[in-house]
């Protein structure tokens, strides 16, 4: 099929992906009358995907070509037949599941294969290995010993489960791939067309342009405040990642680092108190404490994942060598100020969001007007967006979400796996026995769990989760409630980070064109303090601002400084590059230091010991890049 042929097609499944879902999310299917299930209309969504995958993506990867085989063609049709004539039948094909009739498992099965083939085109093999293991665990679990043994499943009731059931690809990832992330990736299309982009380009230069890594700084801050609110580290990064990551590119990061940064910044925003995703309201609820209790709590160990990011971006900036912006690249502040009201736009969304208690889609969708409005009528460096640019965003956006919807149902069948086999009990029942009375072991167990739990589930999905299954047994073995409800929502959280189904790393690495595996390891240690801050609250609740005033102020002067030597170690720099030992003895040092002084007897010695090294460390890399100074 030549490009005249299947390049119109291809835009307009595109605009039409788009334009159903903003449909969705300003209901206008009650409006006129018309009532579905939230599946049939994820069922449509993925229709008009995967179409739009064989028809845009090539059969090898990084191979460009101009017309479309016919094969892909054909693939293309398939799909679109098969997932649309489940969305049309759902609300009767539905309760057929169990008794695996033809006509659920003939689509189901067709659905299924190519899923996983648009899925490899999209992001390569791993992670379409992941999930056919996954798959034949369903299919043989029976065949395993001990505790993780499953429910082995008949390959026809797997097909039509995962294709029609709500706990399947049409499950919770999808949901927020088709309806939030739809949103936010059409207002960030918006921006790039209006110059809204541009105008914080140059903000960022004015702001932050005469220090070393200054867009990596902003996209931290950004991120954490929006994530607070946003309630979904994946809605978070395509929010801001769209502007973030081509900024923090253009600066000369590698493009898997910039995603990952973002992907990492918007996580933690989960975290951060006081909105933490809305779970601060449910863990109030849940520990029937007052929810300012829980602010509290929660706001040290963020303050601490921000300042390791933080340091992190900085020290890369100076490892990399991207120094300040040349004065004269600087913009002039009178032509960026003429750009403030894009901020209206933000500030719409954040008022929809935060005091209106608009879905995150809705917000977004509202200020995405705000923005055309504005550009309309004031433009950004003398230009204003043209009208056939403004309707061209539709097919943009639908184009920019196909691997986000790809990868959304790629998770829907991990998480439908641990569903039918009971893969997920079983893992919280060998959990409780294997740690038994050992609260180090239970520990571990708990975050492996907490990270497979989490996958693909939005943040207050991921909590109610993880509050129910693992945070008893947490609390059964003397680890205090608030701790371990935080414990579980950190490690839950960190699925999002953390491959195989790392989701708001692959959205991230959709938007900066990056693998998604390679972002998914790079987001692992930009964010490596929340793997390692939660273990040290539940050992001493002084991170968590319980104890006394001088415990708790030690504890936060100790941990901070340990936070910046382990971030100076794994990015292997201080003052200059760090060799392989000094990188060694930095993160010791730190490990040592974060340990707070009340975690068990002796511990204020390993504070003390760890402070010091890390001082010595630090002066004898600063005085062994000054001498190198001295002799150039």
Same mark, same amino acid.
């Given at each position: 099929?030549?490009?005249?042929?299947?390049?119109?097609?291809?835009?307009?499944?595109?605009?039409?992906?788009?334009?159903?879902?903003?449909?969705?999310?300003?209901?206008?299917?009650?409006?006129?009358?018309?009532?579905?299930?939230?599946?049939?209309?994820?069922?449509?969504?993925?229709?008009?995907?995967?179409?739009?995958?064989?028809?845009?993506?090539?059969?090898?990867?990084?191979?460009?070509?101009?017309?479309?085989?016919?094969?892909?063609?054909?693939?293309?049709?398939?799909?679109?037949?098969?997932?649309?004539?489940?969305?049309?039948?759902?609300?009767?094909?539905?309760?057929?599941?169990?008794?695996?009739? %033809?006509?659920?498992?003939?689509?189901?099965?067709?659905?299924?294969?190519?899923?996983?083939?648009?899925?490899?085109?999209?992001?390569?093999?791993? /992670?379409?290995?992941?999930?056919?293991?996954?798959?034949?665990?369903?299919?043989?679990?029976?065949?395993?010993?001990?505790?993780?043994?499953?429910?082995?499943?008949?390959?026809?009731?797997?097909?039509?489960?995962?294709?029609?059931?709500?706990?399947?690809?049409?499950? !919770?990832?999808?949901?927020?791939?088709?309806?939030?992330?739809?949103?936010?990736?059409?207002?960030?299309? /918006?921006?790039?067309?209006?110059? *809204?982009? $541009?105008?914080? $380009?140059?903000?960022?230069?004015?702001?932050?342009?005469?220090?070393?890594?200054?867009?990596?700084?902003?996209?931290?801050?950004?991120?954490?405040?929006?994530?607070?609110?946003?309630?979904?580290?994946? %809605?978070?990064?395509?929010?801001?990642?769209?502007?973030?990551?081509?900024?923090?590119?253009?600066?000369?990061?590698?493009?898997?680092? =910039? &995603? =990952?940064?973002?992907?990492? &910044?918007?996580?933690?925003?989960?975290?951060?108190?006081?909105?933490?995703?809305?779970?601060?309201?449910?863990?109030?609820?849940?520990?029937?404490?007052?929810?300012?209790?829980?602010?509290?709590?929660?706001?040290?160990?963020? /303050?601490?994942?921000?300042?390791?990011?933080?340091?992190?971006?900085?020290?890369?900036?100076?490892?990399?060598?991207?120094?300040?912006?040349?004065?004269?690249?600087?913009?002039?502040?009178? $032509?960026?100020?003429?750009?403030?009201?894009?901020?209206?736009?933000?500030?719409?969304?954040?008022?929809?969001?935060?005091?209106?208690?608009?879905?995150?889609?809705?917000?977004?969708?509202?200020?995405?007007?705000?923005?055309?409005?504005?550009?309309?009528?004031?433009?950004?460096?003398?230009?204003?967006?043209?009208?056939?640019?403004?309707?061209?965003?539709?097919?943009?956006?639908?184009?920019?979400?196909?691997?986000?919807?790809?990868?959304?149902?790629?998770?829907?069948?991990?998480?439908?796996?641990?569903?039918?086999?009971?893969?997920?009990?079983?893992?919280?029942?060998? !959990?409780?026995?294997?740690?038994?009375?050992?609260?180090?072991?239970?520990?571990?167990?708990?975050?492996?769990?907490?990270?497979?739990?989490?996958?693909?589930?939005?943040?207050?999905?991921?909590?109610?989760?993880?509050?129910?299954?693992?945070?008893?047994? /947490?609390?059964?073995?003397?680890?205090?409630?608030?701790?371990?409800?935080?414990?579980?929502?950190?490690?839950?959280?960190?699925?999002?980070?953390?491959?195989?189904?790392?989701?708001?790393?692959?959205?991230?690495?959709?938007? &900066?064109?990056?693998?998604?595996?390679?972002?998914?390891?790079? %987001?692992?240690?930009?964010?490596?303090?929340?793997?390692?801050?939660?273990?040290?609250?539940?050992?001493?609740?002084?991170?968590?601002?319980?104890?006394?005033?001088?415990?708790?102020?030690?504890?936060?002067?100790?941990?901070? !400084?340990?936070?910046?030597?382990?971030?100076?170690?794994?990015?292997?720099?201080?003052?200059?590059?760090?060799?392989?030992?000094?990188?060694? *003895?930095?993160?010791?040092?730190?490990?040592?230091?974060?340990?707070?002084?009340?975690?068990? #007897?002796?511990?204020?010695?390993?504070?003390?010991?760890?402070?010091?090294?890390?001082?010595?460390?630090? %002066?004898? #890399?600063?005085?062994?890049?000054?001498?190198?100074?001295?002799?150039?």
């Amino acid at each position: 099929m030549p490009p005249h042929l299947w390049r119109p097609v291809a835009q307009g499944l595109a605009a039409l992906l788009t334009l159903l879902a903003m449909a969705w999310a300003l209901s206008l299917q009650r409006a006129v009358g018309l009532n579905l299930y939230p599946q049939q209309f994820f069922a449509a969504i993925l229709a008009l995907a995967l179409p739009l995958a064989f028809l845009s993506l090539p059969a090898r990867r990084g191979v460009e070509r101009e017309a479309v085989p016919y094969l892909d063609v054909a693939l293309a049709i398939a799909a679109f037949v098969a997932i649309g004539y489940v969305a049309w039948h759902y609300s009767r094909l539905v309760l057929l599941i169990f008794s695996r009739p %033809a006509e659920i498992w003939g689509p189901g099965l067709v659905i299924l294969i190519l899923t996983l083939e648009a899925l490899r085109r999209a992001t390569g093999w791993a /992670l379409v290995v992941i999930i056919l293991v996954f798959l034949l665990y369903a299919l043989f679990g029976d065949a395993l010993p001990g505790r993780l043994q499953g429910r082995a499943q008949s390959w026809q009731l797997l097909a039509g489960y995962m294709a029609l059931d709500a706990n399947g690809m049409l499950g !919770l990832p999808i949901s927020v791939a088709a309806t939030v992330v739809v949103a936010f990736i059409f207002f960030g299309t /918006l921006l790039a067309i209006t110059g *809204g982009s $541009t105008f914080f $380009t140059d903000a960022a230069m004015l702001g932050m342009g005469r220090f070393r890594g200054g867009s990596m700084k902003i996209a931290v801050l950004a991120s954490g405040l929006f994530g607070s609110i946003s309630g979904s580290a994946v %809605a978070n990064v395509v929010g801001t990642g769209v502007v973030t990551i081509p900024m923090i590119k253009r600066d000369g990061y590698p493009g898997h680092k =910039a &995603a =990952a940064i973002e992907a990492v &910044a918007s996580t933690g925003g989960q975290l951060m108190p006081p909105v933490m995703g809305a779970a601060a309201f449910l863990m109030a609820e849940f520990l029937a404490v007052p929810y300012s209790e829980i602010v509290l709590a929660a706001l040290v160990p963020a /303050l601490l994942y921000y300042v390791a990011l933080f340091i992190q971006a900085d020290m890369e900036a100076a490892k990399l060598g991207i120094r300040a912006v040349p004065a004269d690249q600087i913009p002039d502040r009178k $032509t960026v100020l003429r750009g403030l009201h894009f901020l209206l736009a933000f500030a719409v969304l954040i008022y929809l969001l935060f005091w209106q208690r608009y879905q995150p889609e809705r917000a977004a969708l509202w200020a995405a007007g705000v923005l055309v409005l504005t550009s309309l009528a004031i433009g950004y460096r003398g230009a204003r967006p043209a009208l056939t640019a403004l309707v061209g965003a539709l097919s943009r956006c639908g184009l920019a979400v196909v691997e986000i919807i790809l990868i959304s149902a790629a998770a829907g069948i991990v998480i439908g796996v641990l569903n039918v086999t009971g893969l997920s009990f079983n893992l919280t029942y060998a !959990l409780v026995q294997i740690g038994g009375g050992s609260a180090p072991l239970l520990l571990f167990l708990s975050a492996l769990v907490c990270i497979v739990l989490g996958m693909g589930l939005p943040t207050l999905g991921v909590y109610v989760l993880l509050a129910a299954l693992v945070a008893p047994a /947490l609390i059964e073995v003397g680890i205090s409630p608030i701790g371990a409800h935080l414990y579980v929502l950190y490690f839950g959280m960190m699925s999002m980070i953390t491959p195989p189904i790392a989701l708001a790393a692959f959205a991230a690495a959709s938007i &900066a064109k990056a693998p998604a595996m390679a972002t998914g390891w790079a %987001a692992m240690r930009f964010g490596w303090s929340a793997y390692v801050i939660p273990v040290l609250f539940v050992a001493s609740p002084t991170l968590l601002m319980i104890g006394e005033v001088g415990d708790i102020a030690l504890a936060i002067v100790t941990a901070t !400084l340990g936070v910046w030597l382990v971030s100076c170690a794994l990015a292997g720099y201080f003052s200059g590059p760090l060799k392989p030992m000094m990188r060694v *003895g930095f993160a010791m040092a730190g490990l040592a230091a974060l340990i707070p002084a009340a975690a068990f #007897d002796g511990a204020l010695l390993t504070d003390i010991g760890g402070i010091a090294l890390g001082v010595a460390f630090m %002066a004898v #890399d600063i005085l062994r890049n000054r001498q190198a100074e001295v002799r150039v």
